[in-house]
């Protein structure tokens, strides 16, 4: 009935590089004997993680060797494996590697690099770095330094744009001395307004604010983010409320004074001002739009005499005004879904414009071919968006599916697989503390944007990751959500469709007796399996397995019953219905089930089993089940069920890292919601609030202390001895 046992597949972990190749499709991504770009023989990355992969992509198919640099805690990653050569900067924390211009310098003089690609983040805006470059005569994948500078500065960037005629948001260019100064500004602007660093970028260093005392909290908080940008300076502007559109502008532009726009991006869906899920085309922007603001982009791109691909980003209202942004002079994180629809390797044309090379694209090239979409996977819980750390136990990422060959025919220029993932990590990689905790982008292409969705959802069911908390479960939710799927994202689209935060899927009764079927097959086959290695004749179900069983998650039970169809099949009965036959190739060992329950395709993950009990991932969302013999199961309901006491007496840390304040003293009145204390993770800074109104009894940490996962930073008098106190 089941067929012949399965040896378990081996997982990835020590699997060979050329194995892990393979598996992504990059094995034939051997280096060319010699270089394609003159004057370009050795490129550094000077980053790490994903993006230095994507760099290194492109590079070897261009002929060029490629030095990794690496931390401590990189010293065995994806990366690193990957590049020609690889130099040591230091220890794990960035500004101690990664950040540290002149072990860079060090590691370019030894090993005779002609170029560096800075990645996103670290030195990609980093002036100082791009002129230390032109100095050494080492070519920088970017702009010069004059564009970095004025780009990079919000002040400036607002001025030069208005010149170039640049539609701006309403907003003040004047630095903000004091929370009281950033009061004095909001309140002549009115609220809503946002406060920024005017260097940051990457949703860190901004906040919005909506009344005096969350700009004086917002304050202080961009103030310490904008530490990793080298430059503390902060501005306030208006904050454009009733849900704009974030939509983003791809330029290229090389040193003949030649400049492109590559279309535009749909960035709307964040979560703390970074971006979760993208698209491109996007579904707002009509073919007037789209040209106009293309046009002021390349114009912005030639009033600062910008080179190499930048990125022009827009709010966009309901009546389809558009407001100036900022402009981010370096790679995107979202880039991939632009070379999607353009065939255009972005990367590619970067090095070539470092080389002196002209674009080898035009504007009348640049068409818009099929529909992309990103969703950036990270390592955090998908309620409150807090990161998450650890080992990754199990990691399985999806693959290109067979409809995907279409996408070949229609961009001649490159060719990408209908799913790509982009990703610095394997199986038993560590999501660190010290950087961000994305695990990869999952980037789907499809004939039209139906056909990317549905794409997209298989690649998330069968997208397997273990061993730390991650968002999948809400970028599956997201993208079946009746606004995602009519194209209204907006960048309030998270708050309004998750009023109360994401809460996991929530199971309609036939996706529970669908999930159910699958629980009773694996648990069956499982049994059957166990009792052939004992001796028993693999498959007679009726002579060894109770054929009433019942299947127990959440507050749900359902009764099943198995038998066997007429032709052998396994058949399942749920709650007293018709049998339904369950088809399928899944065995023991195998991570996704795919198959059909009576004729209706179906896909589950199955992570763990401990003993009757199964951890699986359905519809994106994690499901503990129990599947026992029902007679089991009606004694298992009368044991009370543990329920864990919150401890509103203690203010904890959500993960390990650094105070960096703590707004309290002992005897302090505090009020519930009320920050009491900051710490920074993954170079997000977190405030603590308090979970209750109350009175401090204890501050057990000071700035700059290291604190590890729910260290208690303050502690509240309890309610009985604050009381006893009246």
Request: glycine residues 8%; proline residues 5%.
């Amino acid at each position: 009935m089941f067929g012949q046992l399965r040896r378990l597949l081996p997982g990835q972990s020590g699997a060979s590089l050329p194995l892990y190749l393979a598996r992504r499709g990059l094995a034939s991504q051997r280096r060319l004997e010699k270089s394609e770009v003159p004057g370009i023989n050795t490129l550094m990355v000077a980053n790490r993680g994903e993006i230095a992969c994507r760099v290194m992509r492109s590079a070897k198919k261009l002929g060029i060797e490629t030095v990794a640099v690496y931390s401590d805690a990189d010293a065995d990653g994806l990366h690193v494996r990957l590049a020609d050569k690889k130099a040591r900067l230091g220890p794990a924390p960035s500004a101690e590697s990664y950040l540290r211009i002149d072990k860079i310098l060090e590691a370019i003089k030894e090993h005779n690099v002609d170029a560096v690609h800075p990645g996103y983040g670290f030195l990609s805006e980093n002036a100082e770095f791009s002129d230390a470059l032109e100095e050494l005569g080492v070519k920088f994948l970017g702009p010069r330094k004059h564009a970095i500078e004025v780009m990079g500065d919000k002040k400036n960037s607002r001025i030069v744009a208005e010149e170039a005629g640049v539609n701006q948001i309403p907003g003040d260019n004047t630095i903000i001395q004091s929370p009281e100064h950033a009061l004095e500004i909001a309140h002549k602007y009115g609220y809503p307004v946002m406060i920024k660093a005017v260097h940051g970028g990457g949703g860190k260093g901004m906040r919005a604010a909506y009344s005096d005392d969350e700009l004086v909290e917002a304050y202080h908080i961009c103030k310490g983010e904008a530490k990793a940008f080298g430059n503390l300076d902060l501005m306030v502007r208006k904050y454009l409320d009733g849900s704009p559109r974030h939509i983003e502008i791809q330029v290229l532009a090389d040193q003949h004074g030649n400049a492109v726009y590559l279309n535009e991006r749909e960035c709307s869906i964040q979560r703390r001002n970074q971006k979760v899920v993208e698209e491109a085309p996007s579904t707002f922007v009509t073919p007037e739009l789209r040209k106009e603001m293309g046009e002021q982009s390349v114009a912005l791109a030639l009033a600062c005499g910008y080179e190499s691909a930048g990125t022009v980003e827009f709010l966009v209202d309901s009546q389809r005004n558009f407001y100036f942004l900022e402009m981010n002079t370096r790679l995107q994180v979202e880039h991939p879904i632009t070379e999607c629809i353009t065939g255009v390797d972005i990367v590619e044309q970067m090095i070539r414009v470092a080389a002196g090379l002209p674009l080898s694209v035009t504007q009348d090239d640049i068409k818009i071919n099929g529909w992309a979409i990103e969703a950036r996977v990270y390592a955090e819980d998908p309620v409150n968006y807090m990161p998450s750390i650890g080992q990754l136990t199990t990691y399985r990422e999806p693959t290109p599916t067979d409809g995907g060959e279409w996408v070949h025919r229609s961009t001649p220029k490159e060719a990408w697989p209908d799913v790509r993932v982009d990703t610095g990590v394997v199986e038993s990689s560590n999501i660190s503390i010290y950087y961000d905790p994305m695990i990869s982008k999952l980037i789907t292409y499809g004939e039209n944007r139906d056909h990317a969705i549905k794409i997209m959802e298989h690649a998330l069911d069968t997208y397997v990751v273990d061993g730390v908390q991650h968002n999948i479960p809400l970028l599956r939710d997201i993208i079946r959500q009746p606004r995602f799927l009519s194209g209204d994202t907006t960048t309030t689209f998270l708050e309004e469709v998750y009023p109360d935060r994401f809460q996991g899927y929530q199971l309609d009764e036939a996706e529970k007796r669908e999930l159910a079927a699958v629980a009773v097959y694996m648990h069956t086959v499982r049994n059957s399996r166990d009792q052939q290695l004992e001796g028993y004749q693999y498959g007679e179900v009726s002579g060894h397995y109770p054929t009433q069983l019942s299947v127990a998650f959440g507050d749900t039970v359902i009764d099943a019953e198995v038998g066997l169809g007429y032709s052998g099949e396994l058949e399942v009965s749920i709650d007293g219905g018709d049998p339904v036959i369950v088809s399928t190739e899944w065995t023991p060992g195998d991570l996704v089930f795919q198959g059909e329950i009576g004729g209706e395709p179906t896909t589950v993950q199955a992570l763990r089993r401990d003993g009757q009990k199964l951890s699986l991932v359905y519809r994106g969302s994690n499901f503990e089940v129990a599947v026992r013999d029902t007679a089991a199961q009606r004694l298992c309901e009368h044991f009370p069920e543990y329920v864990e006491e919150v401890n509103t007496n203690i203010v904890v840390t959500p993960m390990p890292g650094v105070v960096i304040s703590t707004n309290v003293a002992p005897g302090d009145p505090v009020a519930a919601g009320q920050a009491l204390a900051v710490v920074e993770a993954m170079k997000m800074q977190n405030s603590l609030h308090s979970p209750r109104d109350g009175v401090v009894k204890s501050v057990n940490f000071v700035a700059g202390d290291k604190v590890g996962d729910e260290a208690v930073i303050i502690e509240l008098e309890t309610e009985e001895a604050e009381e006893d106190a009246e």
